[in-house]
């Protein structure tokens, strides 16, 4: 099982605008796979512009507002690559691609990095972040999975949230709940639809 680092990706289009994407990075020997899904901005980027960055963050927030529409976040621009990173990040990865394997459902750019830095200290996340990065993941598959798994998810989830969370956690989580809320009162409908 290869390792997976959630991050915050950014890339820009041909225009110069940049794009965040919480991201998982695949670990492949030397490289790092940034494996999007079709269609995403992400992937048009990739393709015109075939370099990235992640930002290691642990603001929780900026996970949770990249999957539900919250994606203006201070950044500043790199040093070897041309593009972005997080403002507030503890540290960042500039990376070049170095091949791209095409994909029905998700498109594999694999990555090399050209310069990496570190801007504080990382103190690790504790119990309410890793859960709103678990929720942040869950809820980009809402439509993927079956709804008694979302919800077993959920509760167990729900734990961490109401012993460790503090003011940024609780806000990502609301973010979130937004979006699963709506999922259900969505499935709620359909169900109250059907003949």
């Keep these: 099982m290869p390792r997976i680092v959630e991050t915050i ?5 041909a ?5 965040i994407a919480p991201l998982g990075l695949i670990e492949d020997g030397s490289h790092w796979i940034i494996a999007p899904f079709k269609p995403s901005r992400t992937l048009e980027n990739l393709r015109v512009h075939p370099f ?3 930002s290691h963050t642990d603001d929780v927030r900026v996970f949770a507002g990249g999957v539900t529409g919250r994606k203006l976040w201070p950044l500043e621009a790199t040093k070897k690559v041309k593009g972005h990173r997080l ?3 503890v540290s960042h990865w500039e990376m070049k691609v170095e091949r791209f394997f095409e994909d029905e459902q998700r498109p594999r750019f694999a990555c090399t990095i050209v310069h990496r830095q570190t801007h504080k200290p990382w103190e690790g996340f504790n119990r309410a972040q890793a859960a709103v990065l678990e929720l942040a993941v869950l809820t980009t598959r809402l439509n993927m999975l079956p709804p008694e798994k979302i919800e077993s998810e959920l509760k167990y ?8 969370a503090g003011s940024r956690e609780e806000e990502a989580w609301g973010w979130l709940m937004e979006k699963i809320n709506a999922w259900r009162q969505a499935r709620f409908d359909k169900s ?3 003949p």
Excluded: G, N
């Design 9 to 13: 990706v950014t890339t820009v289009s």
């Design 15 to 19: 225009s110069d605008e940049p794009y």
């Design 52 to 54: 990235a960055v992640a």
């Design 87 to 89: 403002a507030d990040c």
């Design 157 to 164: 989830l729900e734990i961490a949230i109401s012993k460790t």
């Design 192 to 194: 109250a639809d059907a």
